[in-house]
């Protein structure tokens, strides 16, 4: 811990609440008692090639202060040894604009768009109207990617509740996906990043594999967040068993006893086993850590406990 951000400090600013193919060619993937046919396209390294083979760490856009310019922010990014950013669904275009040209003259890649739609307008909506709210927001995410050079864009696919069963969820999300936005993200060459959540949907790896595997598009494939299973499950097993189907990873770190997330290393995340199992699966790309804002120290601190999650500690 460094001495400018005490533990109670640092702690206190990270349990904020949190709402707001391994080889060329086609292959096999075993995955804990299924196997599924990967697309050759998909069955290429399973990170980010922008990366040059290496595993680097990022930030979410909205963990940088908001009060510094956007050029600022991108030029933070750097001093504090960041390697990439994962943006938010930007719908002025002027602020686009401004942004990639401020990570441009930064050299910081915004490697990443993360849709901003899907929650109050979820694919999985019985509701016309609902759905196209979703999918507009998926359209504008795909324009910023084109605009920044990213190479994805997250999607929560599907949200189960009282109004939505799990299966009019799964084949919803499914149909939407593969009529409505494939199409155009095949087109421009961006991959929809399916992300797992408390959404209620996609509960097992299993599932989420076959979820992905069924719309049999390498430009559909998994956004992994490593601590966002950890109440139920091992993210290790998940990770093992999506393979090549993961295309990125969010940091984040979970503690059961108390139902929270908490600081990077100081959850239930087993951080050696975890970092053995990315190389394991052939990753390399963006880690990108999905964590409360805070100032230049506590940043700096994030990105020490990053730096360690990679040396396997």
Excluded: C
Excluded at 140 to 168: C, H, I, M, W
Excluded at 175 to 192: C, D, F, Q, S
Excluded at 244 to 260: A, E, G, T, V, Y
């Amino acid at each position: 811990m460094s001495e400018s951000v005490s533990r109670r400090e640092f702690l206190g600013q990270s349990t904020a609440t949190l709402a707001a193919a391994s080889a060329a060619g086609a292959g096999w993937i075993a995955g804990a008692g299924i196997l599924s046919r990967v697309p050759a396209a998909a069955a290429q390294a399973a990170g980010d090639r922008s990366t040059g083979g290496k595993l680097k760490k990022a930030l979410l856009w909205s963990m940088l202060p908001g009060k510094m310019s956007i050029a600022d922010r991108f030029k933070l990014t750097a001093d504090l040894g960041f390697e990439g950013i994962e943006a938010m669904t930007v719908e002025d275009q002027k602020v686009e604009e401004e942004m990639r040209v401020a990570a441009d003259k930064a050299g910081i890649p915004i490697h990443s768009v993360m849709n901003m739609g899907h929650w109050q307008n979820p694919l999985s909506s019985d509701k016309p109207e609902v759905v196209a709210k979703g999918l507009q927001a998926m359209r504008t995410s795909l324009r910023n990617a084109k605009a920044f050079g990213a190479d994805t864009v997250l999607l929560v696919p599907a949200v189960v509740n009282p109004e939505t069963r799990y299966q009019d969820a799964y084949t919803r999300s499914q149909k939407v996906i593969r009529e409505e936005l494939l199409p155009a993200y095949r087109e421009a060459g961006v991959v929809i990043g399916i992300e797992n959540v408390w959404n209620k949907f996609l509960l097992s790896p299993l599932e989420f594999a076959r979820y992905i595997d069924e719309l049999q598009d390498p430009h559909v494939r998994a956004y992994f967040d490593i601590g966002n299973n950890v109440q139920y499950a091992y993210p290790e097993d998940w990770l093992l068993t999506l393979g090549p189907r993961i295309k990125k990873l969010h940091l984040k770190d979970f503690k059961r006893s108390n139902n929270q997330f908490v600081p990077l290393r100081e959850g239930d995340v087993n951080w050696p086993v975890v970092r053995k199992a990315i190389d394991q699966i052939g990753y390399k790309g963006f880690l990108t850590a999905e964590l409360p804002g805070g100032d230049e120290a506590y940043l700096r601190e994030v990105g020490k406990r990053i730096d360690l999650i990679i040396a396997g500690k």
